[in-house]
């Protein structure tokens, strides 16, 4: 039987009203409303971005902290006016502690090769989870096999939880690093992040945090959790591609050596010595992205206009709904099953690749992601190749849940 989404408690969210301030939402694809519900891959972006963009290249556009003139001082107080906001919206930190990156990737990158790789020996190990993201295994790889330390990995139990008794055993006297996903973006799992910090600082090492799919879905304290190092993607919270943050404890990020070389990250220059600006700006070397950073700004304004924990509350209720259709749809596999959720629904169709599914609901509007969403190796512990996936943001109604089961009834009525 259908549900009824009217019956449902909806929490204070005008999700119509937010809507409109997405322009690309009101499109239609292959003849039908777009139903966006890729969101986990890359979210839509508000007007109050697209504008701020707009306004940066048609009225302020100059290199930052170079020139004397107006305009490069204009440009230089938006972005880092943008850096100060991003440090309060992830806890109060300082400006000092958030630097900007290309992404989560850039981020973790990062941290592997100017924290990670300078400290590890022989004998030392790294930790992650068996649900990480390409992006939080392949640099650890990297970087141990740079420097001989090896990698552990957490299994995860038939849910998708991490299984925490394991995560213990795990932890040594040589563990240097642990590498963690906040919120896995296969599964949905939301990882119990504070006591995992709290566990590696009891053993001694320090934790990054993949928050690439936490930080639009659910509130993100740095300081309260007390992570060494938080990355994440503006992509992923309505800003603009190729911007995203790492966050660092200064008292870290203070005895790095810079990542990559290049301008503004110094303070003097001879062939004989080079002194490194002071942080963040030590790990910002070259023109950044300053357009991309200051549509952040905007981005996260947006975000804290809406209200995080109301956007958690409303994605929660959606992510329910959706979870009910599907125990009702026979031959639907829900692969993440967790107790703690994000707004993550990863399914198998009996009989019917991943891709197929994926396909069908595009001629129906509806966009997911089909594959193995850059995280084989949990592919691999679920026994499937991919999964169809659908994710869920602020903007997503009930109504666009029902188009996505109408749409699975129709890959099923087609394979039958
Ligand atoms: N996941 C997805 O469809 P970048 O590409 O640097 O913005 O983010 C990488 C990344 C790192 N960690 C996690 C948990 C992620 O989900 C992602 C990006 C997208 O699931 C694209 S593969």
Redesign the pocket.
């Known amino acids: 039987m259908k549900m009824d989404s009217e019956v449902l408690r909806i929490p204070a969210l005008d999700v119509a009203a937010l809507r409109r301030d997405f322009p690309l939402l009101a499109e239609c694809v292959n003849g039908k409303p777009l139903v966006y519900l ?1 969101n ?3 979210t839509q972006k508000p007007q109050s971005v697209l504008d701020t963009l707009m306004h940066y290249y048609a009225h302020d556009n100059a290199n930052v902290h170079r020139g004397v003139h107006t305009l490069s001082q204009r440009a230089t107080d938006k972005y880092e006016a943008a850096r100060a906001r991003i440090a309060k919206f992830i806890g109060g930190v300082s400006t000092q502690e958030v630097i900007y990156t ?7 990158n990062l941290v592997a090769q100017s924290y990670a790789r300078p400290l590890l020996r022989e004998g030392d190990d790294v930790v992650i989870s068996a649900m ?5 295994i392949v640099p650890w790889q990297l970087v141990c096999l740079q420097t001989g330390a090896a990698l552990k990995v957490v299994p995860v139990n038939d849910a998708g939880e991490l299984e925490m008794d394991e995560f213990e055993r795990l932890l040594g006297p040589r563990t240097r690093i642990v590498a963690m ?1 906040h ?4 599964l949905g799992s939301i990882t119990p992040i504070a006591q995992i910090i709290k566990l590696v600082h009891d053993a001694g090492a320090v934790v990054l945090v ?1 928050g ?2 936490a930080i639009a879905h659910v509130g993100v304290d740095v300081r309260t959790l007390d992570a060494d190092f938080y ?1 994440f ?1 503006g ?2 919270i309505f800003g603009p ?1 190729g911007t ?1 943050v790492l966050y660092g404890k200064a008292a870290l990020l203070d005895r790095m050596p810079p990542y990559q070389g290049g301008g503004d990250m110094i303070r003097s220059v001879t062939f004989e010595k080079t002194e490194y600006n002071e942080l963040p700006y030590k790990f910002e070397a070259g023109t950044p992205n300053i357009a991309g950073a200051i549509g952040l700004g905007a981005a996260i304004e947006y975000v804290e206009r809406v209200g995080v924990g109301a956007i958690a509350a409303y994605e929660d209720e959606l992510l329910a709904y959706a979870t009910r259709r599907a125990a009702e749809v026979r031959g639907m596999r829900v692969i993440g099953t967790a107790r703690q959720k994000a707004a993550i629904l990863s399914f198998m169709l009996d009989g019917v690749h991943a891709h197929d599914v994926g396909t069908i609901l595009d001629n129906q509007g509806v966009a997911i ?1 089909a594959g193995h ?3 084989m190796p949990i592919m691999e512990r679920f026994g499937v190749a991919g999964t169809a ?1 659908a ?1 869920f943001a602020l903007y997503n109604t009930f109504e666009e849940v029902d188009a996505l089961f109408d749409g699975i009834a129709r890959v099923q009525r087609l394979f039958k």
């Open positions: 890729d986990a891959a890359t290309s992404g989560t990737t850039s981020g973790i990480e993201h390409h992006s939080n996903t919120v896995s973006n296969a993949d690439a799919q990355a993607s992509h992923k591609t995203g992601r969403h850059c995280a996936r994710s």
